[in-house]
């Protein structure tokens, strides 16, 4: 089992900016982040390929940078320009395998909240 720890949530005003980590126990062939507002199913955020971004979300397409440290197993989102319609729980994934044999593992969310 590959596990994954997130961090760098926290509360900052409108405009501010927050750069979220997430980092894995173990090597993935995707990683990424999805976030849930209270009452709203979980979106995806952004998602890398390897060393490619290969979705991201309209709503934060411009304000919002993923990137990956393979030799550190970690994934980061770079935040700018938040938006009060940001604020949800954000979730680190990452996936294994190739089709046939996936596996997908979740880390255990960081809150963001922006407000004034």
């Known amino acids: 089992q590959v596990r994954l720890v997130e961090s760098g949530g926290g509360l900052v005003q409108p405009g501010g900016s927050l750069r979220l980590s997430c980092r894995a126990s173990?090597?993935?062939?995707?990683m990424g982040w999805y976030r849930q507002a209270p009452g709203n199913e979980r979106e995806q955020v952004a998602i890398?390929?390897?060393?490619?971004?290969?979705n991201i979300a309209g709503s934060v397409k411009g304000r919002f940078t993923i990137s990956r440290d393979n030799a550190d197993n970690t994934v980061y989102l770079q935040m700018n320009n938040l938006k009060p319609e940001d604020t949800a729980v954000y979730y680190c994934?990452?996936?294994?395998?190739?089709?046939?044999?996936?596996?997908?593992?979740w880390g255990q969310g960081t809150q963001v909240t922006v407000s004034s």
């Open positions: 890398m390929l390897g060393g490619i971004t290969t």
């Open positions: 173990g090597s993935l062939r995707s």
């Open positions: 994934y990452g996936q294994q395998g190739d089709f046939g044999n996936l596996r997908d593992y």
